[in-house]
T-cell receptor, first 116, second 116 residues
Framework: GDSVTQMEGPVTLSEEACLTI???????????LFWYVQYPGEGLQLLLK?????DKGSNKGFEATYRKETTSFHLEKGSVQVSDSAVYFCALRSPYSGGSNYKLTFGKGTLLTVNP | GAVVSQHPSWVICKSGTSVKIECRSLDFQATTMFWYRQFPKQSLMLMATSNEGSKATYEQGVEKDKFLINHASLTLSTLTVTSAHPEDSSFYICSARALLDRAEQYFGPGTRLTVT
């Protein structure tokens, strides 16, 4: 079945440091890939997505590129801020989970803490 | 826009009692709502998918008689944990898929359930 593996945290960085959170997946066909962010006390929010190979999703300075050859979708940011402290989830949606469902498969989440 | 609320945000109940959790889409109509369970340091595990006006579809291993889901309108779905036990203690998160933006899921802030 579909699965998502992302690097375990917690990750602690200083402000303005570079961030990479690795994410790899296993799926049949060509899934859509997502990064969600969960700020303390809030629900998950879509951060960025990519729907086909070589697509790059980007938002709020974060970016991730859909790499079919390595089945990866690593999240990167060149300079993190304290406000980026949150839990980040990598997820996929199988092309076969359409119809009325559009089910998502999530990784375990990575807690990022950015210190001033 | 696209706000999903959950109520209550946290609840403590005694073993053997039932507890109901509400999930509402506040500013959009949701054809489909999803219920997830999240254990500490674990991923979100999809429990069931509910479509307005029809029976919920449960994931393998989820007891449908224990986790009752009702999706009575396009803006409200409820999850009732019946005869709760301490092992049901968890963080329950709902998401809603908009009628007009069928690929996107919007997440609620979650409900922390503690069964004593």
């Amino acid at each position: 079945g579909d699965s998502v593996t992302q690097m375990e945290g917690p990750v602690t960085l200083s402000e303005e440091a570079c961030l990479t959170i690795n994410c790899t997946y296993t799926a049949t066909g060509y899934p859509s890939l997502f990064w969600y962010v969960q700020y303390p006390g809030e629900g998950l929010q879509l951060l960025l997505k990519a729907t086909k190979a070589d697509d790059k999703g980007s938002n709020k300075g974060f970016e991730a590129t859909y790499r079919k050859e390595t089945t990866s979708f690593h999240l990167e940011k060149g300079s993190v801020q304290v406000s980026d402290s949150a839990v980040y989830f990598c997820a996929l949606r199988s092309p076969y989970s359409g119809g009325s469902n559009y089910k998502l498969t999530f990784g375990k989440g990575t807690l990022l803490t950015v210190n001033p | 826009g696209a706000v999903v609320s959950q109520h209550p945000s946290w609840v403590i109940c005694k073993s053997g009692t039932s507890v109901k959790i509400e999930c509402r889409s506040l500013d959009f109509q949701a054809t489909t709502m999803f219920w997830y369970r999240q254990f500490p340091k674990q991923s979100l595990m999809l429990m069931a998918t509910s479509n307005e006006g029809s029976k919920a579809t449960y994931e393998q291993g989820v007891e449908k008689d224990k986790f009752l889901i009702n999706h009575a309108s396009l803006t409200l779905s409820t999850l009732t944990v019946t005869s709760a036990h301490p092992e049901d203690s968890s963080f329950y998160i709902c998401s809603a898929r908009a009628l007009l933006d069928r690929a996107e899921q919007y997440f609620g802030p979650g409900t922390r359930l503690t069964v004593t």
